[in-house]
């Protein structure tokens, strides 16, 4: 295995492939308490069924985090927006329809509780130093494993 790229960050590795690392690392390190509900949920009201994927709440934290890395300053309220869609409504015009606040919630206060992200002053949440170095390490790995 070759030494990890020093200056890598989570802007360098592709969305999808440090999602799923990341997700992978924060089952690994066993510190994020699943709610009693995560494998009755669902993640929207326009969805019928619950997620599948057994490990589903972890990468939904895993893309919560890359997305406060990216752009900081956001909180449930544009989450929920960005993890909406649209809901059909038969004959009807599609709407777009927000994603559950909730889950959202409890992924960022189990991010906070990790000490990953902080609550903004101007608000929102914002990434702290020690969330900026795990996860530009999770993604040095990630670019060394596919390298």
């Known amino acids: 295995m070759s030494p990890t790229p020093s200056g890598c960050t989570v802007k360098d590795v592709p969305p999808a492939e440090f999602v799923t690392t990341y997700a992978a ?21 326009r969805k019928e069924l619950a997620p599948y994927d057994q490990d ?14 990216i752009r900081g300053g956001i909180g ?9 869609g ?17 889950l959202i919630r409890n992924a960022l206060q189990q991010l906070e509780r990790l000490g990953v992200i902080e609550t ?20 040095a790995q990630c670019l060394s494993v596919s390298a």
């Open 120 to 139: 903004d002053a101007r608000g929102g949440r914002r990434l702290t130093s020690k969330g900026q170095a795990e996860m530009d390490t999770q993604a």
């Open 25 to 45: 690392h924060l089952k690994r390190v066993g510190q994020v308490e699943l709610p009693s509900w995560v494998d009755t949920i669902k993640t929207a009201p």
């Open 76 to 84: 449930t309220g544009e989450f929920r927006k960005i993890y909406g």
């Open 56 to 69: 589903w709440f972890y990468v939904r934290i895993a893309s919560i985090a890359r997305k406060i890395y």
């Open 86 to 102: 649209r809901k059909r409504r038969g004959m009807k015009p599609n709407r777009s329809s927000k994603a559950s606040g909730g």
